[in-house]
């Protein structure tokens, strides 16, 4: 079961830290992925981090901006979100993965309730 929390109305500019909880004791045996869904689109990928935490991958339109990380011992994940624009508004969802990461939706196996992050121009 995950559960994802942090979410917010923020300023363009700023930031916001999403976490996103686990249950269960096989956690570290698990790629995370962040995706997202504005209103009218389809769910896209922000960010994966492998079962170690040793690599990660970004969508374009985050990088530089955004960090996933993550912490086995409390189960875990995080999404640092920095310079936040209005184009980052949209229901955030964190995603588990048995194995090797990936940046396809289709390809986890677990997704927790989304949490809503909007950011106003």
């Known amino acids: 079961q995950l559960q994802a929390s942090g979410g917010g109305l923020v300023q363009a500019g700023g930031s916001l830290r999403l976490s996103c909880a686990a249950s269960?004791?096989?956690?570290?045996?698990?790629?995370m992925g962040w995706f997202r869904q504005a209103p009218g689109k389809e769910r896209e990928f922000v960010a994966t981090?492998?079962?170690?935490?040793?690599?990660?991958y970004y969508a374009d339109s985050v990088k530089g901006r955004f960090t996933i990380s993550r912490d086995n011992a409390k189960n875990t994940v995080y999404l640092q979100m920095n310079s936040l624009k209005p184009e980052d508004t949209a229901v955030y969802y964190c995603?588990?993965?048995?194995?090797?990461?990936?940046?396809?939706?289709?390809?986890?196996?677990?997704w927790g309730e989304g949490t809503l992050v909007t950011v106003s121009s």
């Open positions: 995603a588990a993965r048995y194995g090797i990461w990936r940046s396809g939706p289709q390809e986890y196996d677990y």
């Open positions: 269960g004791r096989t956690f570290s045996s698990y790629a």
């Open positions: 981090i492998s079962s170690s935490g040793g690599g990660t």
